[in-house]
């Protein structure tokens, strides 16, 4: 059995969809200014904020592994776990 648990899943995958929601609704408003956005770590407790600019996240978000990630905060996909930092 995996150690790996689908609530991780979810909480990630819920987590960077809320992420795009911000984005959408709020980018072109603040195009020079940082954004609020939510750490996308695995834990289900983690309601970190993540300041990025539009362009920062665009940007990011065209490598499919990338996530907003509080400093120390850790990712966790099936068959890995990363640690990454909030920069691309």
Same mark, same amino acid.
């Given at each position: ?7 991780d899943?979810q909480c990630?995958?819920h987590?960077?969809?809320?992420? /795009? %929601? +911000? @984005?959408e609704? $709020? @980018? ?6 940082p +954004?609020?956005f939510?750490?996308e770590?695995?834990?289900? =407790?983690?309601? &970190?904020? $993540?300041?990025? %600019?539009?362009?920062?996240y665009? /940007?990011? =978000? %065209?490598?499919?592994?990338?996530s $907003?990630?509080?400093?120390? @905060?850790?990712? $966790?996909?099936?068959? =890995?776990? =990363? &640690?990454? &930092?909030?920069?691309?």
């Open positions: 059995m995996s150690p790996f648990a689908e609530s899943t990630m995958t987590k960077r969809r809320v992420n /795009s %929601l +911000i @984005h609704r $709020v @980018h072109e408003l603040r195009e020079s200014e +954004i609020a939510f750490c770590c695995s834990s289900p =407790r983690c309601f &970190d904020t $993540v300041w990025l %600019l539009a362009g920062e665009e /940007s990011a =978000r %065209l490598d499919a592994e990338w $907003v990630l509080s400093p120390g @905060h850790r990712c $966790v996909k099936p068959g =890995r776990v =990363r &640690d990454l &930092d909030s920069s691309p």
